[in-house]
Protein backbone atom coordinates (compact mmCIF):
# COMPACT_ATOMS: atom_id res chain seq x y z
CA UNK A 1 0.00 0.00 0.00
CA UNK A 2 1.08 3.47 -1.35
CA UNK A 3 1.65 5.74 2.32
CA UNK A 4 0.22 8.98 1.54
CA UNK A 5 2.38 12.08 2.11
CA UNK A 6 -0.51 14.52 0.60
CA UNK A 7 -0.41 16.46 3.99
CA UNK A 8 3.39 16.29 4.74
CA UNK A 9 3.82 18.31 0.67
CA UNK A 10 0.73 20.72 1.93
CA UNK A 11 2.90 21.61 4.86
CA UNK A 12 5.54 21.83 2.77
CA UNK A 13 4.18 24.26 0.06
CA UNK A 14 3.50 26.60 2.74
CA UNK A 15 7.19 27.39 3.10
CA UNK A 16 7.76 30.75 0.58
CA UNK A 17 9.82 30.32 -2.21
CA UNK A 18 11.74 33.61 -1.73
CA UNK A 19 12.44 35.63 1.45
CA UNK A 20 14.29 38.91 0.54
CA UNK A 21 17.42 37.32 -1.06
CA UNK A 22 17.16 33.95 0.27
CA UNK A 23 15.85 30.75 -1.55
CA UNK A 24 13.83 28.17 0.10
CA UNK A 25 16.74 26.15 0.08
CA UNK A 26 18.35 28.67 1.97
CA UNK A 27 15.55 28.85 3.92
CA UNK A 28 15.54 25.24 4.76
CA UNK A 29 19.08 24.97 5.77
CA UNK A 30 19.13 27.98 7.69
CA UNK A 31 17.77 25.95 10.83
CA UNK A 32 20.17 23.28 10.01
CA UNK A 33 23.46 25.43 9.73
CA UNK A 34 22.03 27.12 12.78
CA UNK A 35 21.98 24.03 14.92
CA UNK A 36 25.77 23.31 14.03
CA UNK A 37 26.74 26.78 14.46
CA UNK A 38 28.62 28.37 17.43
CA UNK A 39 25.75 28.45 20.24
CA UNK A 40 27.55 31.52 20.54
CA UNK A 41 24.61 32.85 18.90
CA UNK A 42 21.05 30.78 18.83
CA UNK A 43 19.42 33.66 16.95
CA UNK A 44 18.99 33.87 13.32
CA UNK A 45 22.29 36.09 11.67
CA UNK A 46 20.69 36.31 8.04
CA UNK A 47 23.44 37.75 5.40
CA UNK A 48 20.42 40.49 4.30
CA UNK A 49 19.98 42.67 6.96
CA UNK A 50 22.42 45.89 7.08
CA UNK A 51 25.14 46.75 9.18
CA UNK A 52 24.63 47.22 12.98
CA UNK A 53 26.42 50.39 12.51
CA UNK A 54 24.41 51.47 10.43
CA UNK A 55 20.64 51.01 12.26
CA UNK A 56 19.81 53.04 15.10
CA UNK A 57 19.06 51.10 17.97
CA UNK A 58 18.32 52.71 21.42
CA UNK A 59 17.65 50.22 24.87
CA UNK A 60 13.74 50.84 27.25
CA UNK A 61 15.96 53.40 28.93
CA UNK A 62 16.19 55.50 25.94
CA UNK A 63 20.10 54.94 25.59
CA UNK A 64 21.39 54.33 22.28
CA UNK A 65 25.30 54.16 23.92
CA UNK A 66 26.01 50.84 22.27
CA UNK A 67 25.93 48.95 19.19
CA UNK A 68 24.77 45.55 18.87
CA UNK A 69 23.10 43.25 16.32
CA UNK A 70 19.55 43.45 17.83
CA UNK A 71 18.61 45.10 20.49
CA UNK A 72 15.13 43.17 20.61
CA UNK A 73 17.01 39.97 21.99
CA UNK A 74 17.94 41.01 25.01
CA UNK A 75 15.29 39.38 27.27
CA UNK A 76 16.33 36.10 25.21
CA UNK A 77 20.61 37.31 26.65
CA UNK A 78 19.27 37.96 30.20
CA UNK A 79 17.78 34.03 30.37
CA UNK A 80 21.84 33.11 28.78
CA UNK A 81 22.87 35.46 31.59
CA UNK A 82 20.41 34.05 34.18
CA UNK A 83 21.20 30.67 33.17
CA UNK A 84 25.59 31.04 33.09
CA UNK A 85 25.40 32.70 36.85
CA UNK A 86 24.12 29.18 38.01
CA UNK A 87 27.17 27.76 37.15
CA UNK A 88 29.46 30.69 38.64
CA UNK A 89 28.60 30.95 42.16
CA UNK A 90 32.14 31.87 43.15
CA UNK A 91 31.99 35.30 40.93
CA UNK A 92 28.01 35.08 42.23
CA UNK A 93 29.72 35.14 46.07
CA UNK A 94 32.67 37.51 44.95
CA UNK A 95 29.95 39.70 43.96
CA UNK A 96 28.19 39.68 46.95
CA UNK A 97 31.00 39.91 49.26
CA UNK A 98 32.52 42.88 47.88
CA UNK A 99 28.82 44.91 46.70
CA UNK A 100 29.01 46.88 49.99
CA UNK A 101 32.23 48.02 49.67
CA UNK A 102 32.43 48.77 45.83
CA UNK A 103 36.26 48.42 45.31
CA UNK A 104 36.01 49.16 42.32
CA UNK A 105 34.17 52.33 42.87
CA UNK A 106 35.84 55.34 40.23
CA UNK A 107 37.13 52.73 38.38
CA UNK A 108 36.21 53.33 34.82
CA UNK A 109 37.10 50.04 32.49
CA UNK A 110 37.50 49.45 28.78
CA UNK A 111 37.45 45.51 28.19
CA UNK A 112 38.26 43.94 24.93
CA UNK A 113 37.00 40.22 25.51
CA UNK A 114 35.01 37.44 23.86
CA UNK A 115 31.44 38.40 24.85
CA UNK A 116 30.04 35.61 26.22
CA UNK A 117 27.04 34.97 28.80
CA UNK A 118 30.13 33.97 30.80
CA UNK A 119 31.82 37.16 30.49
CA UNK A 120 28.74 38.84 30.97
CA UNK A 121 28.91 37.29 34.18
CA UNK A 122 31.77 39.22 35.20
CA UNK A 123 30.88 42.39 33.27
CA UNK A 124 28.21 42.48 35.71
CA UNK A 125 29.63 41.51 38.64
CA UNK A 126 32.77 44.89 37.65
CA UNK A 127 29.29 47.35 37.28
CA UNK A 128 28.51 45.47 41.41
CA UNK A 129 31.48 46.64 42.40
CA UNK A 130 31.41 49.95 41.40
CA UNK A 131 32.95 50.51 38.20
CA UNK A 132 32.03 51.57 34.40
CA UNK A 133 32.85 49.64 31.74
CA UNK A 134 32.53 50.03 28.00
CA UNK A 135 33.30 46.86 26.28
CA UNK A 136 34.17 45.14 22.52
CA UNK A 137 34.71 41.60 21.30
CA UNK A 138 38.25 40.09 20.84
CA UNK A 139 36.70 37.87 17.97
CA UNK A 140 34.94 38.34 15.23
CA UNK A 141 33.12 34.85 15.83
CA UNK A 142 32.85 34.26 19.40
CA UNK A 143 29.98 36.96 20.50
CA UNK A 144 26.35 35.76 21.58
CA UNK A 145 24.45 38.44 19.77
CA UNK A 146 21.33 37.89 22.07
CA UNK A 147 23.94 38.66 25.33
CA UNK A 148 25.57 41.64 23.60
CA UNK A 149 21.80 42.66 23.63
CA UNK A 150 21.09 42.33 27.21
CA UNK A 151 24.31 43.85 28.40
CA UNK A 152 23.33 47.29 26.44
CA UNK A 153 19.50 47.00 27.76
CA UNK A 154 21.13 46.80 30.92
CA UNK A 155 23.51 50.11 30.28
CA UNK A 156 26.60 48.35 29.52
CA UNK A 157 28.48 50.49 26.48
CA UNK A 158 28.89 47.12 24.89
CA UNK A 159 29.62 47.24 20.68
CA UNK A 160 29.90 44.00 19.41
CA UNK A 161 28.00 41.39 17.28
CA UNK A 162 28.83 37.69 15.82
CA UNK A 163 30.29 38.37 12.16
CA UNK A 164 32.29 41.58 12.62
CA UNK A 165 34.28 42.76 9.68
CA UNK A 166 38.08 43.58 10.41
CA UNK A 167 37.19 47.12 10.26
CA UNK A 168 34.22 46.22 12.17
CA UNK A 169 36.71 44.70 15.52
CA UNK A 170 38.66 48.08 15.05
CA UNK A 171 35.92 49.86 15.13
CA UNK A 172 33.96 48.70 17.85
CA UNK A 173 37.30 48.99 20.07
CA UNK A 174 37.65 52.40 19.29
CA UNK A 175 34.07 53.09 20.34
CA UNK A 176 34.35 52.29 23.51
CA UNK A 177 38.11 54.43 23.82
CA UNK A 178 37.43 57.50 22.12
CA UNK A 179 34.93 58.47 24.35
CA UNK A 180 33.67 62.53 25.29
CA UNK A 181 33.79 63.23 28.48
CA UNK A 182 34.90 59.07 29.37
CA UNK A 183 38.36 58.20 29.98
CA UNK A 184 39.55 54.52 30.75
CA UNK A 185 41.54 54.24 33.55
CA UNK A 186 41.78 50.38 33.83
CA UNK A 187 41.83 47.92 30.99
CA UNK A 188 40.50 44.30 30.53
CA UNK A 189 42.05 42.66 27.79
CA UNK A 190 41.92 39.14 25.91
CA UNK A 191 44.80 39.13 23.08
CA UNK A 192 46.43 42.56 23.40
CA UNK A 193 44.20 43.94 20.38
CA UNK A 194 42.65 46.51 22.92
CA UNK A 195 46.12 47.37 24.91
CA UNK A 196 47.80 48.21 21.30
CA UNK A 197 45.17 50.28 19.89
CA UNK A 198 44.92 52.82 22.96
CA UNK A 199 48.92 52.43 23.39
CA UNK A 200 49.37 53.59 19.53
CA UNK A 201 46.23 55.46 19.05
CA UNK A 202 45.50 57.44 22.29
CA UNK A 203 49.04 57.88 24.43
CA UNK A 204 47.77 60.32 25.99
CA UNK A 205 44.97 57.57 28.10
CA UNK A 206 47.53 54.76 27.86
CA UNK A 207 49.80 57.26 30.19
CA UNK A 208 46.83 57.62 32.75
CA UNK A 209 45.81 53.66 33.02
CA UNK A 210 46.20 52.89 36.22
CA UNK A 211 46.75 48.86 35.66
CA UNK A 212 46.29 46.09 32.61
CA UNK A 213 44.99 43.22 33.46
CA UNK A 214 45.53 40.51 30.64
CA UNK A 215 44.74 36.79 29.93
CA UNK A 216 46.04 35.47 26.63
CA UNK A 217 49.68 34.09 25.81
CA UNK A 218 49.02 36.52 22.45
CA UNK A 219 48.54 39.58 24.78
CA UNK A 220 50.97 38.28 27.07
CA UNK A 221 53.82 38.63 25.28
CA UNK A 222 52.87 41.83 23.69
CA UNK A 223 53.54 43.09 27.01
CA UNK A 224 56.38 41.53 27.73
CA UNK A 225 57.56 43.00 24.49
CA UNK A 226 56.86 46.40 25.52
CA UNK A 227 58.30 46.01 28.60
CA UNK A 228 61.87 45.06 27.69
CA UNK A 229 61.45 48.21 25.26
CA UNK A 230 60.93 50.63 28.25
CA UNK A 231 57.38 51.22 26.62
CA UNK A 232 55.09 49.85 29.35
CA UNK A 233 54.32 53.04 31.25
CA UNK A 234 51.47 51.62 33.68
CA UNK A 235 51.31 47.86 35.51
CA UNK A 236 50.34 45.13 33.80
CA UNK A 237 48.70 41.60 35.26
CA UNK A 238 49.56 38.29 33.32
CA UNK A 239 46.56 36.45 34.22
CA UNK A 240 47.16 34.20 31.35
CA UNK A 241 49.95 32.72 33.99
CA UNK A 242 48.51 32.50 36.76
CA UNK A 243 47.61 29.01 38.27
CA UNK A 244 43.89 29.13 38.34
CA UNK A 245 43.77 30.07 34.92
CA UNK A 246 47.04 28.04 33.18
CA UNK A 247 45.75 24.73 34.89
CA UNK A 248 42.19 25.14 34.71
CA UNK A 249 40.88 27.34 31.73
CA UNK A 250 43.31 26.27 29.42
CA UNK A 251 43.15 22.55 30.00
CA UNK A 252 40.35 21.51 31.20
CA UNK A 253 38.35 24.12 29.29
CA UNK A 254 39.86 22.67 25.99
CA UNK A 255 39.55 19.32 26.86
CA UNK A 256 35.71 19.54 26.96
CA UNK A 257 35.14 22.01 24.19
CA UNK A 258 37.86 20.90 21.42
CA UNK A 259 35.68 17.67 21.27
CA UNK A 260 32.40 19.96 21.09
CA UNK A 261 33.74 22.34 18.17
CA UNK A 262 34.76 19.58 15.81
CA UNK A 263 31.70 17.61 16.05
CA UNK A 264 29.05 20.43 15.84
CA UNK A 265 31.15 21.46 12.48
CA UNK A 266 31.81 18.54 10.89
CA UNK A 267 30.36 15.60 12.27
CA UNK A 268 33.79 13.85 12.35
CA UNK A 269 34.13 10.54 14.42
CA UNK A 270 37.07 10.46 16.16
CA UNK A 271 37.82 6.58 16.56
CA UNK A 272 40.90 5.72 14.45
CA UNK A 273 41.56 8.96 12.72
CA UNK A 274 44.68 10.59 12.86
CA UNK A 275 45.31 14.11 14.36
CA UNK A 276 48.09 16.12 14.43
CA UNK A 277 47.87 18.51 17.54
CA UNK A 278 50.85 21.34 17.27
CA UNK A 279 51.70 22.62 20.85
CA UNK A 280 51.79 20.89 24.17
CA UNK A 281 51.73 23.84 26.78
CA UNK A 282 48.19 23.75 28.56
CA UNK A 283 46.25 24.11 25.87
CA UNK A 284 47.05 21.23 23.67
CA UNK A 285 47.36 18.39 26.54
CA UNK A 286 43.95 19.21 27.30
CA UNK A 287 43.10 18.68 23.31
CA UNK A 288 45.36 15.35 23.32
CA UNK A 289 43.40 13.93 25.99
CA UNK A 290 40.21 14.17 24.97
CA UNK A 291 41.61 12.96 21.67
CA UNK A 292 43.06 10.01 23.00
CA UNK A 293 39.91 9.22 25.16
CA UNK A 294 37.91 8.83 22.13
CA UNK A 295 40.62 6.33 20.33
CA UNK A 296 41.91 8.79 17.82
CA UNK A 297 45.56 8.20 16.95
CA UNK A 298 47.19 11.96 17.92
CA UNK A 299 50.81 13.24 17.37
CA UNK A 300 52.37 16.01 18.72
CA UNK A 301 54.47 18.74 17.61
CA UNK A 302 56.74 20.94 19.63
CA UNK A 303 59.75 23.31 20.25
CA UNK A 304 60.19 23.10 23.59
CA UNK A 305 62.23 19.59 24.81
CA UNK A 306 59.98 19.62 28.03
CA UNK A 307 56.87 19.86 26.90
CA UNK A 308 58.02 17.25 24.28
CA UNK A 309 59.47 15.24 26.61
CA UNK A 310 56.15 15.41 28.73
CA UNK A 311 54.62 14.54 25.31
CA UNK A 312 56.28 11.13 25.14
CA UNK A 313 55.62 10.18 28.21
CA UNK A 314 51.79 10.43 28.21
CA UNK A 315 52.25 8.43 24.85
CA UNK A 316 52.26 10.09 21.98
CA UNK A 317 54.61 10.37 18.98
CA UNK A 318 56.14 13.75 18.73
CA UNK A 319 56.79 14.69 15.22
CA UNK A 320 57.52 17.43 12.96
CA UNK A 321 54.60 18.82 11.15
CA UNK A 322 56.14 18.13 7.45
CA UNK A 323 57.02 14.25 8.20
CA UNK A 324 52.97 12.96 8.69
CA UNK A 325 50.83 16.16 6.83
CA UNK A 326 50.24 13.92 3.87
CA UNK A 327 48.09 11.39 6.22
CA UNK A 328 46.51 13.09 9.10
CA UNK A 329 43.04 13.87 9.00
CA UNK A 330 42.76 16.66 11.60
CA UNK A 331 45.06 19.39 12.19
CA UNK A 332 44.97 21.86 15.30
CA UNK A 333 47.03 24.68 16.29
CA UNK A 334 47.18 25.38 19.94
CA UNK A 335 51.38 27.33 20.24
CA UNK A 336 50.10 31.30 19.95
CA UNK A 337 52.55 31.62 17.30
CA UNK A 338 52.14 32.50 13.43
CA UNK A 339 52.87 30.49 10.30
CA UNK A 340 52.96 27.13 12.15
CA UNK A 341 50.62 25.63 9.24
CA UNK A 342 51.78 27.11 6.03
CA UNK A 343 50.61 27.41 2.37
CA UNK A 344 52.85 24.30 1.71
CA UNK A 345 51.73 22.18 4.15
CA UNK A 346 48.15 23.11 3.05
CA UNK A 347 49.15 21.99 -0.31
CA UNK A 348 50.45 18.74 0.50
CA UNK A 349 47.42 17.97 3.05
CA UNK A 350 45.18 14.73 1.94
CA UNK A 351 41.67 15.27 0.66
CA UNK A 352 39.07 16.42 3.48
CA UNK A 353 41.93 17.13 6.14
CA UNK A 354 40.45 18.87 8.76
CA UNK A 355 42.07 22.41 10.03
CA UNK A 356 41.35 24.42 12.87
CA UNK A 357 43.15 26.62 15.75
CA UNK A 358 42.61 26.43 19.56
CA UNK A 359 44.88 28.86 20.03
CA UNK A 360 44.04 32.84 20.78
CA UNK A 361 45.14 34.54 17.77
CA UNK A 362 44.21 33.68 14.18
CA UNK A 363 47.80 33.73 12.64
CA UNK A 364 48.46 30.20 13.53
CA UNK A 365 47.28 28.99 10.32
CA UNK A 366 48.36 31.07 7.03
CA UNK A 367 44.62 31.70 5.81
CA UNK A 368 46.17 34.48 4.24
CA UNK A 369 48.00 32.19 1.65
CA UNK A 370 44.27 30.19 0.82
CA UNK A 371 43.28 33.61 -0.89
CA UNK A 372 44.31 33.38 -4.19
CA UNK A 373 42.69 32.53 -7.62
CA UNK A 374 43.27 29.03 -8.00
CA UNK A 375 41.88 28.55 -4.82
CA UNK A 376 37.77 27.92 -4.88
CA UNK A 377 35.98 29.01 -1.55
CA UNK A 378 32.99 26.97 -0.26
CA UNK A 379 30.95 28.47 2.96
CA UNK A 380 29.07 24.80 3.66
CA UNK A 381 27.89 25.84 7.16
CA UNK A 382 28.52 28.51 9.66
CA UNK A 383 32.18 28.81 10.22
CA UNK A 384 33.12 25.67 7.81
CA UNK A 385 34.17 26.24 4.73
CA UNK A 386 35.53 24.10 2.34
CA UNK A 387 38.92 25.25 0.26
CA UNK A 388 39.42 23.16 -2.78
CA UNK A 389 42.08 22.64 -4.98
CA UNK A 390 42.54 22.76 -8.39
CA UNK A 391 42.27 18.98 -8.82
CA UNK A 392 39.36 18.77 -6.68
CA UNK A 393 41.21 18.20 -3.21
CA UNK A 394 39.11 20.07 -0.28
CA UNK A 395 40.53 21.68 3.18
CA UNK A 396 38.03 21.85 5.63
CA UNK A 397 39.25 25.20 7.51
CA UNK A 398 37.14 25.94 10.55
CA UNK A 399 36.48 29.48 12.12
CA UNK A 400 38.57 30.52 8.96
CA UNK A 401 41.92 29.76 10.88
CA UNK A 402 40.41 31.74 14.54
CA UNK A 403 39.63 30.02 17.87
CA UNK A 404 37.34 27.13 17.46
CA UNK A 405 35.46 26.47 20.49
CA UNK A 406 34.44 29.97 21.17
CA UNK A 407 34.01 30.32 17.45
CA UNK A 408 31.96 26.87 16.74
CA UNK A 409 30.52 25.69 20.11
CA UNK A 410 30.40 26.77 23.59
CA UNK A 411 32.63 26.25 26.28
CA UNK A 412 32.37 25.01 29.89
CA UNK A 413 30.62 27.44 32.40
CA UNK A 414 31.97 26.53 35.14
CA UNK A 415 35.86 26.99 34.29
CA UNK A 416 35.27 30.14 32.72
CA UNK A 417 33.95 31.13 36.49
CA UNK A 418 37.54 30.60 37.94
CA UNK A 419 39.27 32.72 35.03
CA UNK A 420 36.68 35.49 35.27
CA UNK A 421 36.94 35.52 39.12
CA UNK A 422 40.86 35.65 38.71
CA UNK A 423 40.31 38.58 36.39
CA UNK A 424 38.07 40.36 38.69
CA UNK A 425 40.56 39.95 41.44
CA UNK A 426 43.02 41.99 39.17
CA UNK A 427 41.18 44.17 38.78
CA UNK A 428 40.35 45.22 42.35
CA UNK A 429 44.46 44.48 43.11
CA UNK A 430 45.54 46.54 40.59
CA UNK A 431 42.77 49.24 40.93
CA UNK A 432 43.23 49.35 44.42
CA UNK A 433 47.34 48.88 45.24
CA UNK A 434 48.66 51.58 47.32
CA UNK A 435 51.53 53.69 44.94
CA UNK A 436 54.63 52.23 44.25
CA UNK A 437 53.41 48.64 45.03
CA UNK A 438 53.56 47.67 41.21
CA UNK A 439 55.94 49.26 39.17
CA UNK A 440 55.69 49.99 35.61
CA UNK A 441 56.46 46.13 34.66
CA UNK A 442 54.11 42.94 34.00
CA UNK A 443 53.55 40.86 37.21
CA UNK A 444 51.61 37.68 38.55
CA UNK A 445 49.22 37.62 40.72
CA UNK A 446 49.97 37.33 44.22
CA UNK A 447 49.57 33.65 45.05
CA UNK A 448 47.87 33.77 47.82
CA UNK A 449 44.63 35.62 45.36
CA UNK A 450 45.16 32.32 43.37
CA UNK A 451 44.24 30.05 46.08
CA UNK A 452 41.44 32.34 47.66
CA UNK A 453 40.16 31.64 43.53
CA UNK A 454 40.95 27.91 43.86
CA UNK A 455 38.89 27.93 47.25
CA UNK A 456 35.73 30.08 46.07
CA UNK A 457 34.89 27.30 43.74
CA UNK A 458 35.45 24.23 46.43
CA UNK A 459 32.19 24.38 47.67
CA UNK A 460 30.66 23.24 44.43
CA UNK A 461 31.74 20.08 44.69
CA UNK A 462 31.18 19.36 48.33
CA UNK A 463 34.88 19.19 48.51
CA UNK A 464 36.69 19.70 52.60
CA UNK A 465 40.21 21.02 52.89
CA UNK A 466 42.44 19.67 54.75
CA UNK A 467 44.06 22.34 57.57
CA UNK A 468 47.60 22.03 58.71
CA UNK A 469 48.83 21.51 62.39
CA UNK A 470 50.78 24.46 64.11
CA UNK A 471 53.46 21.57 64.16
CA UNK A 472 52.91 20.60 60.42
CA UNK A 473 52.90 24.30 59.48
CA UNK A 474 56.33 24.94 61.10
CA UNK A 475 57.88 21.41 59.64
CA UNK A 476 57.01 22.44 56.77
CA UNK A 477 57.92 26.71 56.91
CA UNK A 478 54.85 27.89 56.13
CA UNK A 479 51.68 29.75 57.17
CA UNK A 480 48.42 27.63 58.07
CA UNK A 481 46.29 29.70 56.18
CA UNK A 482 48.55 30.07 53.06
CA UNK A 483 49.75 30.76 49.68
CA UNK A 484 51.07 26.68 50.00
CA UNK A 485 52.64 27.09 47.17
CA UNK A 486 55.60 29.36 45.95
CA UNK A 487 55.14 32.31 43.28
CA UNK A 488 56.89 30.91 40.56
CA UNK A 489 54.02 27.40 40.56
Not at 15 to 27: A, M
Not at 93 to 122: D, N, Y
Not at 359 to 378: A, K
Not at 380 to 405: C, F, M, T, Y
Request: proline share 3%.
Amino acid sequence: QQIQFADDMQEFSKFPTKTGRRSLSRSISQSSTDSYSSAASYTDSSDDEVSPREKQQTNSKGSSNFCVKNIKQAEFGRREIEIAEQDMSALISLRKRAQGEKPLAGAKIVGCTHITAQTAVLIETLCALGAQCRWSACNIYSTQNEVAAALAEAGVAVFAWKGESEDDFWWCIDRCVNVDGWQANMILDDGGDLTHWVYKKYPNVFKKIRGIVEESVTGVHRLYQLSKAGKLCVPAMNVNDSVTKQKFDNLYCCRESILDGLKRTTDVMFGGKQVVVCGYGEVGKGCCAALKALGAIVYVTEIDPICALQACMDGFRVVKLSEVIRQVDVVITCTGNKNVVTREHLDRMKNSCIVCNMGHSNTEIDVTSLRTPELTWERVRSQVDHVIWPDGKRVVLLAEGRLLNLSCSTVPTFVLSITATTQALALIELYNAPEGRYKQDVYLLPKKMDEYVASLHLPSFDAHLTELTDDQAKYLGLNKNGPFKPNYY
